[in-house]
């Protein structure tokens, strides 16, 4: 499965699709546009709570070489699920609940390496923001091995608001972070927890920073600083399995 499959373009396929079952992932329209087809379609797309990006025309090219007509979307191979529903969910069970924040990870090859191993150590969900991530698109699905299927999949308005809402909840939010001395081994991670793993260029926002309970690190022992988010997100993953499997 290629992104070219899971693109639609042009002013009345996307309306068309609007209309239907497919599920969006983010539409782009290019810059300067004076059409007012295109400004209504954008009007019904924001009122589904649709992504909307404003890129130059050689983006969408590279999204499609067929006539565009300035309008591209790219469709998700997966339906989201609300945070409120998997919170209440993972609250009844009978395990102590585990979710992971992406914040802007943008490498569809990070994105569907990290939605494998979240599966693989019993995430509830991943929690991404609706702009400025990768997409989930056919990429996300083979790099994922298949585990964007079999993990819910959240987006929210902002990741901020998806802290205040997990806390509010009574769960702890931990940042994987290297501005810490405090290793991942010596945090208690068997309580209810959501982890939140960074870019891979910045990390966690420092705006974010600022909200989350407590910051851990994993020891780097060599002479490069920092590990692929994927990884990372993997070593942190495991030591929850660790601890909570004691």
Do not use: W
């Not at 939605?115 to 995430?123: F, I």
């Amino acid at each position: 499965m290629s992104d070219k499959q899971n693109t639609i373009f042009g002013i009345y396929p996307i309306k068309e699709a609007l209309s239907s079952n497919v599920v969006f992932d983010k539409v782009f329209v290019q810059k300067g546009m004076d059409s007012d087809k295109i400004d209504g379609l954008i009007k019904d797309l924001e009122k589904a709570n649709i992504p909307v990006s404003l890129v130059p025309f050689e983006k969408l090219n590279r999204l499609t070489r067929g006539n565009h007509q300035g309008i591209v979307a790219v469709t998700s191979p997966v339906a989201f699920h609300s945070l409120e529903s998997v919170v209440e969910k993972a609250l009844e069970s009978d395990k102590a609940p585990l979710f992971l924040i992406l914040d802007q990870i943008t490498d569809v090859r990070n994105f569907g390496a990290i939605l494998r191993t979240a599966e693989c150590t019993g995430v509830d969900a991943v929690i991404i923001q609706k702009t400025g991530g990768a997409p989930v698109s056919g990429d996300t699905v083979k790099t994922s091995a298949g585990a964007i299927f079999k993990i819910p999949i959240c987006k929210v308005e902002h990741i901020k608001d998806a802290i205040f809402y997990l806390q509010g909840s009574g769960i702890t939010i931990l940042a994987a972070t290297e501005k810490t001395h405090t290793e991942i081994y010596s945090v208690d991670l068997k309580t209810p927890l959501a982890i939140i793993m960074g870019s891979e260029g910045k990390g966690v926002s420092k705006s974010v920073l600022t909200l989350v309970d407590h910051k851990a690190s994993l020891p780097l022992l060599g002479e490069i600083n920092s590990l692929n988010v994927s990884v990372a997100c993997g070593a942190f993953l495991y030591e929850v399995v660790r601890q909570r499997r004691q």
